[in-house]
């Protein structure tokens, strides 16, 4: 099995930062690509940032939120400066996984980690 695991979520006032963290354990072969989705109340989830070939980020987060990866790791960062009350949402990374079992791509979702933004 994989197992995605998030951390680093948390209560911040509006501009200030947090970095978000997330490790892949398990029966992995190989990671494509890793990134970042959001999903706030009443709304669908949305892409923040992926990091497969160059970095791709939403517009809404272009120039405050950083996504990086440590290869060696398995796992993929979120730092996020200038937070805005509308950055408040649940935090799920993901990962596209070759298993060793299987030699197949498979993508797998974190739990997913909270963050709230506000005075």
């Known amino acids: 099995q994989v197992q995605l695991v998030e951390s680093g979520g948390g209560l911040v006032q509006p501009g200030g930062s947090l970095r978000l963290s997330c490790a892949a354990s398990?029966?992995?072969?190989?990671?494509?690509?890793m990134g970042w989705y959001r999903q706030a109340p009443g709304k669908q989830r949305e892409l923040v940032a992926t990091?497969?070939?160059?970095?791709n980020y939403a517009d809404s987060v272009k120039g405050r939120f950083t996504i990086s990866r440590d290869n060696a790791k398995g796992t993929v960062y979120l730092q996020m400066n200038s937070l805005k009350p509308e950055d408040t949402a649940v935090y799920y990374c993901?990962?596209?996984?070759?298993?060793?079992?299987?030699?197949?791509?498979?993508?797998?979702w974190g739990q997913g980690t909270q963050v709230t933004v506000s005075s």
């Open positions: 398990g029966s992995i072969f190989s990671i494509s690509a």
């Open positions: 990091s497969g070939g160059s970095p």
């Open positions: 993901n990962a596209d996984v070759v298993r060793v079992s299987t030699g197949r791509e498979f993508r797998y």
